[in-house]
């Protein structure tokens, strides 16, 4: 009867931790999906909040953890009081017997002590045994709700970390494809290609430019298809624009127009 209530006990313990541990897990996931909803220039204070979350939630999982193994060792202690008495309240009840029996002869003493000896050491064993298994018992579910409240804190943290990247690379293709748009919608006319094969656009002052994987632009003198008419003295290439001039680069990279019979 004693076991089946400390069992019981147990149980409901387990059980406790177990539905608190689901609904600070279900709240999370509630948390990380909601974040996902926000826009895209949110996305770095999102990332904050949800790491602040991730370590609010790890704190209160430790805690619950620490208060479910502070409640298990105590149930065991009182388990093991319980079985320590019961060991103590059968030495006594043999000792009793034993003594009320040492009139009936010393053959009835001799049995009757032989049979109290037997049954004490026999109870004793059973008690210690059941202390011992109580002992294991509460440590190993000790254990495993720690580790479970610790697994739940680790996939929240990766959840938000791969949620978070994800909602940052959405932001850069939707800008990046927005400073493409806005290029196109420009009117700058394509007029070569780069090593590496970014189509290069004559902008509106007559630089030549291509955007780069940020979706930036960035000037080019040389590149496939550029039109070179001449060398200068001085071995510069003279390349002409869009609108028909002539020019090349001088040292300090900037352009210098010469007459067309140059």
Known sequence: MRQTIVGFL???????????????????????????????????????????????????????????????????????????????????????????????????????KVKAAKETKETVTKGENAVKDEKVKAATETKETVTKGENAVKDEKVKATKETKETAKEGEKAVKEEKIKATKESGDEAVGKTDDGKTVYAGSKGGHYYLNDKGDKTYVKDFAGAKVVGKTAKGESIYEGPRGGHYYYNSNGNKTYVPKDK
């Open 10 to 112: 147990l149980a409901l313990a387990i059980l406790f931790a177990q539905a608190n541990i689901a609904a600070q897990t279900t709240e999370s996931e509630k948390t990380a999906k909601a974040t996902t909803e926000k826009s895209k220039a949110d996305a770095k204070k999102e990332a904050k909040e949800l790491k602040k979350e991730a370590k609010k939630k790890e704190k209160a999982e430790a805690k619950t953890a620490k208060e479910e193994k502070t409640k298990a060792t105590k149930e065991a202690k009182e388990t093991a009081k319980k079985g320590e008495k019961a060991v103590k309240d059968e030495k006594a009840k043999a000792a009793k017997e034993t003594k009320e029996t040492a009139t009936k002869g010393e053959n009835a003493v001799k049995a009757e």
